[in-house]
């Protein structure tokens, strides 16, 4: 089996070293050292270039590197017939987990006003509100949002979720659908976005959806940065609508250096690292994948392409 490696975001070597680790058997070739394009079998991808994955004739297994699969199918040229699978991994979604705890936490407890009394010298008593009396608001209730969910109802939120289809999780009050946007955003004092990017949810967080909030909300996008319409988020967070936000995904990756995003007060830019693959802990799964291939078993971990995730 030839898999073909390509990524400019992720360490290609130690992903092949991972895979060989695996499978010593594998004939790994990293772009755009590809040899033969009708020899390759498997596409290892992430972000690749318009037409690439399409230059491959014998091609039977894209595999994404990550969760998300936006990336992949932005490619217009992108071969259907090829089953696409992706990452669905415990360390990965344990990871956004934390991320999504920790912005959160941040929030509820005040520390960035903390930390700027602090910085003035200023003691200041602040009145502490109860967890259940927030409402975090989770957009994707997938393997991501899911996690995250029962982790909030566990430190004691009341958490609400939006998805396509309703959910049922203990403590989660779920809404589902367009219909029910408006009645799911109007409840949440802190929105996290943990949904996929289709052409369904770009821009969904928009002067609209952000006008729909409590005021004084807070909004953690770690999903992609095409949900989030950028003039938008700005306009609140300056009318005061919004109190903060943390993002990690933006519709320009890496953020340019003069982006308003970097210096603005309630503004937390992180660089799309809330989650990552680890290649020694999903290079498994791949290997698993093409193994099932080989052997005419079904493809785990499959992206449905009408859906688009
Ligand atoms: P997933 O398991 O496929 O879950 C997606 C969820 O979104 C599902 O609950 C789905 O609803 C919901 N959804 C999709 N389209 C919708 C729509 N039009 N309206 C309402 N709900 C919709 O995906 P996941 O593994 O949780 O990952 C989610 C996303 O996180 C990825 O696609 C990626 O963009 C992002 N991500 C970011 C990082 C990072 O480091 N920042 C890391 C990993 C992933 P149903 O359940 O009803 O189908
Ligand atoms: C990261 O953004 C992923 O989709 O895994």
Known sequence: MAVLIYSRNHPVEDWAAALRKEAPDLD?????????????????????????????????????????????????????HVPLARVVDGRLTQGMSEYVLLHVLRFHRQVDTMANNQRNRTWRWLPLVDA????????????????VARKLVDFGFQVASWSR????????????????LEGF??????????????????????????????????????????????ADLLHALDSEWLSGATLDVFNEEPLRPDHPFWTHPKVTVTPH?????????????????????QQGLPILRLVDYARGY
């Open 185 to 230: 955003l109007r409840i949440c004092n802190i929105l996290v976005c943990l949904l996929p990017l289709t052409p369904q949810t770009r821009g969904i967080i928009s002067r609209r959806t952000l006008s729909l909030l409590p005021r004084g909300a807070y909004v953690i996008n770690a999903g992609r940065g095409g949900h989030v319409v950028e």
């Open 28 to 80: 790994i070739r990293l772009h755009p050292q590809t040899g033969n394009p009708a020899e390759i079998d498997v596409a290892l991808v992430w972000k690749p270039p318009p037409g690439l994955l399409q230059s491959f004739p014998n091609l039977k297994l894209i595999q994404s590197f990550g969760a998300g699969v936006d990336g992949i199918l932005a490619d217009p040229n992108i071969p259907k």
């Open 132 to 147: 259940s009396e927030r409402v975090v608001g989770i957009m994707g209730m997938g393997t991501l949002g899911g996690h």
């Open 165 to 180: 289809g309703l959910k049922a999780v203990d403590g989660v009050t779920s809404f589902h659908g367009d219909d029910h």
């Open 273 to 293: 690292n809330a989650a990552d693959s680890i290649p020694a802990h999903v290079a498994p799964q791949i290997v698993d994948n093409i193994r099932r291939l």
